[in-house]
């Protein structure tokens, strides 16, 4: 599963973005409303510049677990920076976007916030997600370059996920167990 890869300046520049962004909608609200909580293990798929990653691992405390995956070089070096500087040891670096280092049933929420219109394989993230996450879990996903019919179909048609609902920033799906898949 690969994203598309920009470059240097353009991650640097979509950083400054990001914190602009972040001052309007906070983080920490979008993740209260995707019910992220104390002990939680979260998976930040395409974490960028890590705003969604350390919210994450301030919400599941050092009792939680969060993943940080993204296939740019920088998004490594600048969430381990930030996480060192705040002393939160539970945020674990996926490089390259691997997540092949995540095991099976092992994920409570998975954050996918504007990554799924830059992949090449939608459909190996969504049968990844759906590995990672225990049944029942969560994916939150947020994609303004996508409708709601592409996302729903993506995420549905499999029957991986089912819709649950959304909050003003996001839309929510759970991952359905396998005995109550359709397909």
Not at 119 to 131: I, K, S, W, Y
Not at 153 to 180: D, N, V
């Amino acid at each position: 599963m690969k994203e598309l890869r920009q470059s240097d300046a353009s991650f640097r520049l979509m950083t400054m973005e990001f914190r602009l962004r972040d001052l309007f909608r906070p983080p920490a609200k979008i993740l209260a409303r995707a019910a992220v909580r104390p002990g939680m293990t979260v998976l930040d798929f395409g974490c960028g510049p890590g705003s969604f990653t350390l919210s994450a691992a301030r919400r599941v405390g050092s009792g939680g677990l969060v993943y940080a995956a993204d296939v740019h070089p920088l998004a490594a070096v600048s969430v381990r920076k930030a996480a060192d500087k705040e002393g939160l040891s539970w945020i674990r670096i996926v490089p390259d976007g691997d997540l092949t280092a995540v095991a099976d049933a092992s994920v409570d929420v998975v954050l996918a916030y504007e990554v799924l219109h830059d992949l090449t394989d939608r459909n190996g993230a969504v049968a990844e997600f759906a590995r990672v996450l225990k049944a029942g879990g969560t994916l939150s996903v947020r994609d303004h370059r996508l409708k709601m019919s592409v996302l729903q179909s993506l995420l549905c048609g499999k029957g991986w996920f089912f819709y649950i609902g959304r909050s003003p920033w996001t839309l929510q799906f759970e991952r359905l167990e396998a005995s109550r898949r359709t397909v």
